[in-house]
């Protein structure tokens, strides 16, 4: 078992940074940021995988905006969010995987994530 811990939601303007943290209690393999909006279904935002020479993977909604990163030594996972906008408010969660998920947009495929967060809103002003 994997517990995942997020962090760093709140409300920010539009055109503003926040930036998330997923604390795990373990190292795992592959992590991945997802996220939902009221009304709709959960969608991949961005993912990581080891060893670091396989190149993380974000989608195209968030691409040069939200740069992936983890820190090994506190088994943290990061979201740097910028250039915020209305449309990136949601409910943030962080996942985790022991298996291999793939590369590329596979990385971003939410039944292949088998540990959840509880997540974390982030709300844009505009």
């Known amino acids: 078992q994997v517990q995942l811990v997020e962090s760093g939601g709140g409300l920010v303007q539009a055109g503003g940074s926040l930036r998330l943290s997923c604390a795990a209690s373990r190292p795992i393999r592959n992590m991945a940021w997802f996220r939902q909006a009221p009304g709709k279904e959960r969608e991949g935002v961005a993912a990581?995988?080891?060893?670091?020479?396989?190149?993380?993977y974000c989608s195209d909604s968030v691409q040069d905006r939200f740069p992936i990163s983890r820190d090994h030594a506190k088994n943290t996972l990061y979201l740097q969010m910028n250039s915020l906008n209305a449309e990136d408010t949601a409910m943030y969660y962080c996942a985790a995987t022991a298996l291999w998920v793939g590369y590329g947009d596979a990385m971003l495929a939410r039944d292949r994530y088998e540990y959840w967060g509880q997540g974390t809103q982030v709300t844009v002003s505009s």
């Open positions: 990581i995988t080891m060893p670091e020479y396989y190149p993380e």
